[in-house]
């Protein structure tokens, strides 16, 4: 999915353990969102845990208006000893 950039996008994780289920983190995930030469657009942002769940986390942000091109980045949650990483694209304007 591509997003624009400037706009606002809810980035959402679910933490679970081996057997499916949800468990809460031992520490809140945080979120770095990176371009592809490693360049970090965000690192630590804190998660808010979703009302009424165990382990479902967001963040909240902003696709950085220093961006001027379409490009593909990179969103890496992170908690003690686990990261999951996520590919998405964002484009300056729908075509």
Known sequence: ??????????????V?????????PSA?????????????LLTSGVSTLTTGTT????YDWTVSTGLTADENLIAVWSWPSHKKIYPFSVITQLS
């Open 1 to 14: 999915m591509d997003y624009i950039i400037g706009d606002t996008i809810r980035v959402k994780i679910t």
């Open 16 to 24: 679970k353990d081996y057997d499916d289920v949800e468990q809460a």
């Open 28 to 40: 809140v995930p945080t979120l770095g969102v990176f371009q592809l030469d490693g360049t970090a």
């Open 55 to 58: 382990a479902q986390y967001y």
